[in-house]
């Protein structure tokens, strides 16, 4: 099993629709996850950090259900600047600072 | 702008050939991270490097190897170069201390083997 596994997409939505995206982890010692979004030829920046069952930012909601070690993001009303790949993001082992990065799942918002 | 820089911004060279690649860390951040992102893939680390010393390394052969400076500034090198090694190479700098969030990236060097 991979140590982060993610839906592979690509996801294509309408504008306002809400999509979700899944994520699965192998180290069920993690503590804290994370999700990067990153655009076309640009690095990673951090979207939302999840350390308890969930996090809420605007139309953004990370999901944690530590029991199925399985992470979701939700975005609703989409916006075509929506329009990215997003990583699911789990801290290597015992270090915080080493990062594994799931594969991405690439949204694009239609008009 | 997160304060982390890295050179060249793109790179071609030729299978075999040794590369380097910089990267200079937010200021205050004692810590650097590697990672190597293929083209449909995420980044993978590759190492660590805190107060000069590699601080954890990834799945990566001993032809990669890394440096850390005084002034906390890094280097990636890469012997042999192979095709598989055409890649994002992302640096990013942290704090200990600090939350493990609060990890920066910078905005990556496009190698290219041929």
């Known amino acids: 099993r991979k140590e982060v596994e993610q839906d592979p997409g690509p996801f294509n939505v309408p504008e306002g629709a809400t999509v979700a995206f899944n994520c699965t982890y192998s180290?069920?010692?993690?503590?804290?996850f994370f999700w990067y979004r990153q655009d076309c030829r640009k690095e990673p920046k951090l979207l939302m950090s999840?350390?308890?069952s969930g996090n809420e930012d605007g139309r953004f909601t990370a999901q944690l259900n530590r029991a199925s070690q399985y992470i979701s993001l939700l975005i609703r009303d989409s916006k075509l600047s929506d329009s990215a790949t997003y990583l699911c993001?789990?801290?290597?082992?015992?270090?915080?600072?080493?990062?594994?990065f799931g594969s991405g799942t690439q949204l694009t918002v239609l008009p | 702008e997160t304060g982390v820089t890295q050179s060249p911004t793109h790179l071609i060279k030729t299978r075999g050939q040794q590369v380097t690649l910089r990267c200079s860390s937010q200021?205050?951040?004692?810590?650097v991270s590697w990672y190597q992102q293929a083209l449909g893939q995420g980044p993978q680390f590759i190492f660590q490097?805190?107060?000069?010393?590699?601080?954890g390394r990834g799945n990566f052969p001993p032809r990669f190897s890394g440096l850390q400076f005084p002034n906390y500034s890094s280097e990636l090198n890469v012997n042999a170069l192979e095709l598989d090694d055409s890649a994002l190479y992302l640096c990013?700098?942290?704090?200990?201390?600090?939350?493990?969030?609060?990890?920066?990236f910078g905005p990556g060097t496009r190698l290219t083997v041929t």
């Open positions: 990013a700098s942290s704090f200990p201390g600090g939350r493990v969030d609060e990890q920066y």
């Open positions: 200021s205050g951040h004692n810590t």
């Open positions: 490097y805190y107060r000069e010393e590699e601080n």
């Open positions: 180290n069920s010692a993690s503590q804290s």
């Open positions: 999840v350390y308890s």
């Open positions: 993001v789990v801290p290597r082992g015992g270090s915080a600072r080493q990062l594994t």
